[in-house]
């Protein structure tokens, strides 16, 4: 499945381009924090990695193969779920692995414990708050053991004791072998969790670098003033 090499990548409907030839590559470790303007295709992208768009030109290739051998899984924003029990939420997701039933309710409580929702596993999951849906979401994700895990603004409506709580799953997902790739317009997540960043802009990834050298070093003018302006006016980046 890794290296994940996108080259040219062009998505633009209605003629209008989003990306204009993006060009990425990525290894099976860590986790990447996508960055970038409104409207640069962050959310495009993580789509069309995950097949749930087609592209207009370019290639994704998942070392050496059109399609991804191994198991990828993708969370929203807005998290998608059944309105079913939590506990329901999570073994639906298993179905389409061979795995028995009391495989899968075995497997479906123990991510539940470690996401703190195993109290909730016969609520429905419309009964719970954000941060419970957003953790339920990852949890659902986490058991199907996926090599790549998308998310996308995974904490962009929750509150900092929330966000707390679901970085410190994404923490332990990555621990566990899974690659991440997310999007934030969080810059204090990103540095908490990112171990390199990918900077979007104008169509194409601008700057691909460690995220302790992006932010103290940013090389592309376009990096530089999107920082400038998301983070204190004052800031100075060293030579």
């Known amino acids: 499945m890794f290296p994940l090499r996108v080259a040219g990548l062009r998505f633009a409907p209605e003629g209008r381009p989003v990306l204009d030839g993006l060009d990425l590559e990525l290894d099976g470790e860590g986790i990447?924090?996508?960055?970038?303007?409104?409207?640069?295709?962050?959310?495009?992208?993580?789509?069309?990695?995950?097949?749930l768009l087609p592209g207009d030109g370019g290639s994704i290739d998942w070392a050496g193969a059109a399609r991804p051998a191994g198991r990828l899984a993708m969370v929203f924003q807005q998290p998608m779920l059944l309105r079913l029990s939590v506990q329901t939420n999570v073994e639906f997701a298993l179905r389409p692995q061979a795995l028995s039933a009391s495989a899968r309710r075995q497997r479906t409580e123990e991510v539940l414990a470690r996401v703190g929702l195993a109290h909730r596993a016969s609520d429905s999951a419309r009964l719970l708050s954000g941060g419970e849906r957003q953790r339920l979401a990852l949890a659902r994700a986490w058991a199907v053991r996926p090599n790549l895990l998308l998310l996308d603004e995974p904490t962009a409506s929750l509150d900092p004791s929330a966000t707390e709580a679901v970085e410190r799953i994404i923490r332990e997902i990555r621990t566990e072998g899974t690659r991440v790739l997310m999007t934030s317009h969080n810059l204090g997540q990103a540095m908490r969790l990112a171990d390199d960043i990918l900077f979007l802009a104008d169509g194409r990834i601008q700057e691909h670098a460690a995220a302790a050298r992006f932010f103290a070093h940013p090389q592309s003018p376009a990096a530089k003033a999107f920082l400038q302006g998301e983070l204190p006016w004052r800031m100075t980046f060293a030579r």
């Open 32 to 51: 990447s924090l996508l960055l970038g303007p409104n409207g640069a295709g962050k959310t495009v992208l993580l789509r069309l990695l995950a097949g």
